[in-house]
């Protein structure tokens, strides 16, 4: 029993990092596809708070919760292989 604790919360760990670095990378690839967005059309005005109200409609966006499968995916095939392992 030890020894799945230690899996979950070093797997909890690790795909937190995981986590947060995709979520980094991901915002700022969004960024910068609204700052060239800005500047290819012309616009005038804030681009700094356009960039921003762009920023939070992805906040709200399906792609920014598809981020979450890091948690699930590599939980199920976990699951999966001891299951697989301990009764097939």
Known sequence: MFALGRLIVIGFVVLSIIYVALSFYSRSVR?????EEWVEEGMTGDQDS???QGLKDYDGSLRR????GVY???????VVIIYLTNFA
């Open 31 to 35: 960024r910068r596809k609204l700052n």
């Open 50 to 52: 356009w960039v921003e």
């Open 65 to 68: 919760k598809l981020l979450l």
């Open 72 to 78: 699930v995916v590599p939980t199920l095939v976990v």
